[in-house]
T-cell receptor, first 115, second 109 residues
Framework: NAGVTQTPKFRVLKTGQSMTLLCAQD?????MYWYRQDPGMGLRLIHY???????AKGEVPDGYNVSRLKKQNFLLGLESAAPSQTSVYFC??????????????FGPGTRLLVL | GQNIDQPTEMTATEGAIVQINCTYQ??????LFWYQQHAGEAPTFLSY??LDGLEEKGRFSSFLSRSKGYSYLLLKELQMKDSASYLC??????????WGAGTKLIIKP
């Protein structure tokens, strides 16, 4: 099992450009998440999904859109990149369990630099 | 508001013991996670506590006091490879994880 994978690993964008980050998981997890991680701050939830075809906003959703057309994939889109979106983006997935532990498993991250 | 507090940085010596504290304030509570994150890598799961008390896993132990909104991660017999950031996260009433900023642990020989 590959677990959670993310593409690309690194990207440089100019202000105003758009891009899509792809997350894939092979663990048959229902839940998927997109986070951003900035120096000195905790992981902040951008959007999440509780199942195929459903998405919801997290703590910092502005400037991002997501789609979950297939259970194993969760896409994060930046329509018009801004320097404030320079960050490391992590995708995670989890499965519901009887005790609701819902441990999240993370992908390797995408480092995005917006100039 | 919801908040997780943990020290920014700690230093310890190889072979010693270190305790990383975490206090939390969340809307409801459904458990406390600890993750390890090496520089440039993804967070990886270490432990989960939902009941009061100590959970031991080899060299790592995690403690929870729900009444005090307090947890700690105890690392014994420190090794150089334990140099990493340790993230505390609490699961709120909506089963959303609220993350602390992480504690950077520096191990010296």
């Amino acid at each position: 099992n590959a677990g959670v994978t993310q593409t690309p690993k690194f990207r440089v964008l100019k202000t105003g450009q758009s891009m899509t980050l792809l997350c894939a998981q092979d663990m048959n997890h229902e839940y998927m998440y997109w986070y951003r991680q900035d120096p000195g701050m905790g992981l902040r939830l951008i959007h999440y999904s509780v199942g195929e075809g459903t998405t919801a906003k997290g703590e910092v959703p502005d400037g991002y859109n997501v789609s979950r057309l297939k259970k194993q994939n969760f896409l994060l889109g930046l329509e018009s990149a801004a320097p404030s979106q320079t960050s490391v983006y992590f995708c995670a997935s989890s499965s519901t369990t009887e005790d609701r532990q819902e441990t999240q498993y993370f992908g390797p991250g995408t480092r995005l630099l917006v100039l | 508001g919801q908040n997780i507090d943990q020290p920014t940085e700690m230093t310890a010596t190889e072979g010693a013991i270190v305790q990383i504290n975490c206090t939390y304030q969340t809307s409801g509570f459904n458990g406390l996670f600890w993750y390890q994150q090496h520089a440039g890598e993804a967070p990886t799961f270490l432990s989960y506590n939902v009941l009061d008390g100590l959970e031991e896993k080899g060299r790592f132990s995690s403690f929870l006091s729900r009444s005090k909104g307090y947890s700690y991660l105890l690392l014994k017999e420190l090794q150089m490879k334990d140099s990493a950031s340790y993230l505390c996260a609490a699961l709120d009433s909506n089963y959303q994880l609220i993350w602390g900023a992480g504690t950077k642990l520096i191990i010296k020989p």
